[in-house]
């Protein structure tokens, strides 16, 4: 009876374990970032749940620079992403969906009108104007609803950031972004106040700390930009804006349609060279950094404050005014950001109290000339590193054992990085029980950094991509006595981008149904160790705007993904509404008429499977519904030809 079941299930298209001999066949490009034992295990496994769907992956591992050229050129039908996390999610990642530089434009370029890649630009460009935050939560919906019903992003899995850390350490406060690692928070235990930290980078394991200037990028590493800058504003939890050079502030609306910012800044704070925070430095901050050439999208233009800027300037030596030239809602957001807008001394800029922020700019000089606009930035770097923040930068030993000071224009190869707790810090001095310097360690591998953790000459690795899944549930679970390791919530979602623009991924069909084929759960505990969260949208549910219930779903369901690879279901003519866009599915885009052919069908199939069983359990009982007609041999009948009532009758 099971393989009548089983072939009425499988000619209602739902077959348990289904190879996909019966589905559509495609061949699909799926590029990864060569050297990432993580992401090659990933794409092992996704490209074996798409084969069980007639999807024949083949993975091309490129170099970092490699991978971006094919990203922005759209030669790929798959690629591995992540949101950006908090505080950039989601105003910020969408905006890079409309970057030429950005994986998502190329992708975007294949959507179906008239939610199309304008459709999209034109709402995303919209929201961020927006103040009534009623009307900003109905806007982001419908855009997050209309991206996410055309399928172009596979949500894999929540981000959780770890921190493996020796128990003669407590109190450590898990980082509320990426590459936020709060070591202030940290108390000591037993023994020395000096910690040894493996800390995760942009690459992965820690190899330098970059320029360490405030004001530009790579080389540079968030997480040490965050510990040595700070900006006007802090970061909170919940996504709550707090002070921080900046003590307050108010808003007006302007008569141009803009708004003016008027920041009562933070008096009595030093820098770590001795320098005196005023208005005086944090326009010369602005002014570097917003200087008109540098304002495009090759530079700082890739978020979009600087192009809401209108003006900015002092009055008095604590009063810091900015005017924007229209509404920008993200604007205390943005100002939270770990780069380019933290603040560093004046004394660091070429020119001191005189300088000139276009030819004597703090951008990097490898920069050169910057122009625009008739406008040229002439960039010279900076000559020392100096900020706010509770961490002051001490050295660097080189590879080769060297010991140097950076002053923010080179970027060696460092074995160790020193920082100690800035005494003169605004919030005060740490405590008495609270770490005093940090040594920042390089290690040659996530083994290298686990055997330390376990000889105890190394206090603690903090980030993504310093120890191996399996390693950090190792003390998780195994070193509870010698360690204990905090996550973080879900910061960021790990993404699948399908190339909408290019074959045979441009086909809504075959995007829903690798969307439904891969196996989440299953990918989480082999090569994550269990320690992430499947998810079914772009961006985590903690992100502004985001806790939005978005249909249809895009969870793992194997008897779905086989509908809709099969020809005749799955690749069926879409039903469109009223306005000529495909209509918006309750159940993933299956036409109805499908999906009462296949119930039907299931339910004939149960019925058939329950009447067997029934005339089995007859049979065995000697009572069969169903027997050879009685011979009338012998038989008394009545008048009316039927057997005479006196007469037993089998039954």
Known sequence: MSKIAGALLAAA????????????????DFIILDGDATVAAIEDDIRAELAKVGITVTARKLKKDELNGNMT????????????????????????????DEAHFAA????????????????????????????????????LTATHEQAIDLPLYGKRIPAVLSNRLSSYRAGLQQFDYPLHTLRVETGSRTITV???????????????????????????????????????PGGEILPSLAKSWKVEETGAGGERYTFTLREGVTFHDGSDWNCAVAKMNFDNVMAAPLTTGDWHGWYQLPAAMASWRCVGDFEFVVELNKKYYPFLQELTYIRPLRMQSMNTFVGGAANNALNQNSCP?????????????????????????????????????????????????AQKVVMERFSGHWAG?????????????????????????????????????????????????????????????VLQNRLVILNAARAPTDDLEVRKTIMHAVDKGTIIDRELAGLAEPVDAAFPRSA??????????????????????????????????????????????????????????????????????????????????????????????????KPAPSEPVEA
């Open 198 to 236: 493996a800390p995760g980078s942009q690459t992965g394991l820690f190899h330098g700390v970059g320029r360490l200037d405030a004001h530009s990028y790579r080389p540079n590493e968030f997480w040490a930009n965050n510990m040595v800058y700070e900006g006007l504003l802090e970061y909170g």
């Open 429 to 489: 001095a740490a405590a008495a029980s609270e770490v005093l310097r940090v040594e920042f360690v390089k290690y040659g591998s996530h083994a290298e950094v686990k055997a330390a953790l376990e000889d105890g000459s190394l206090d603690a690795a903090i980030g993504d991509g310093v120890l191996d899944p399996e390693d950090v549930a190792h003390f998780r679970t195994a070193k509870r006595i010698s360690h204990h390791v905090s996550l973080t919530e």
């Open 13 to 28: 298209g739902v077959a348990a374990g289904a190879t996909g001999d019966d589905c559509r066949k495609h061949a699909v």
């Open 365 to 413: 000089s490898g920069w050169g000339e910057v122009k625009n606009d008739g406008v040229t930035v002439t960039c010279v770097g900076v000559t020392g590193i100096a900020g706010t923040g509770r961490w002051r930068y001490v050295s660097t030993t080189t590879t080769d054992g060297t010991e140097v000071v950076q002053d923010g224009t080179n970027a060696p190869d």
């Open 108 to 143: 975007f370029k294949g959507l179906a009108a008239p939610k199309d890649r304008a459709w999209v630009q034109g709402k995303v460009n919209a929201v961020l104007g927006i103040e009534d935050a009623a009307e900003r939560e109905a806007a982001w919906k419908e855009i």
């Open 544 to 641: 502004p705007y985001c806790d939005v219930d978005l249909s249809p779903r895009w969870a793992y369901d194997a008897e779905k993904a086989h509908l809709l690879c099969r020809p005749g279901v799955g690749g069926a003519v879409p039903s469109v509404n009223q306005t000529g866009a495909p209509a918006a599915a309750s159940d993933d885009g299956l036409a109805a008429g499908y999906i009462v052919l296949i119930v039907m069908a299931c339910v004939a199939a149960v019925a058939a499977l329950v009447f067997a069983v029934f005339l089995v359990s007859r049979e065995k009982q000697g009572r069969p519904v169903y027997m050879p007609a009685p011979s009338t041999a012998g038989m008394a009948f009545s008048e009316a030809g």
């Open 73 to 100: 050129a759209g030669q790929y039908n798959m690629v591995l992403s992540e949101t950006w996390g908090p505080p950039y999610d989601p105003h910020s990642f969408a905006a890079a969906w409309l970057q030429p």
